[in-house]
């Protein structure tokens, strides 16, 4: 079984660099024909897809966020990051990780979420 655990300190002020940290466990994030997404979702608002890293490392943005994320892993420890820059309120969202595979292009495997609030 597949799990996926996000991680992040909940609050950040503005301006700051968001730092989030996805677990994986039942999966190697280097598995061929996998990427590894960050999706969030605003209050009230849809679920936005912001950038994913691919098993061979090479990491893709939404043109919405490639100015300012930064998708990242540490292999020896199953675990890929996101880092978003100069954040501002309008970054609150619960953030999610998620596996994606190339053969069916459907998120399968979803962490539960975590809350990252931007306020002074």
């Known amino acids: 079984q597949v799990q996926l655990q996000e991680s992040g300190p909940g609050l950040v002020k503005p301006s700051q660099t968001l730092l989030l940290t996805c677990t994986v466990s039942?999966?190697?994030?280097?598995?061929?024909?996998?990427?590894w997404s960050w999706i969030r979702q605003p209050p009230g608002k849809g679920l936005e897809w912001m950038g994913a890293i691919r098993y061979s490392g090479d990491a893709y943005y939404s043109p919405s966020f490639k100015s300012r994320t930064s998708i990242s892993r540490d292999t020896s420890k199953n675990q890929y990051t996101l880092q978003l820059s100069s954040v501002t309120p309008e970054d609150t969202a619960v953030y999610f990780c998620a596996r994606i595979a190339t053969t069916t292009a459907i998120h399968d495997y979803w962490g539960q979420g975590t809350q990252a609030t931007v306020s002074s």
């Open positions: 039942g999966d190697s994030i280097t598995t061929n024909g996998f990427y």
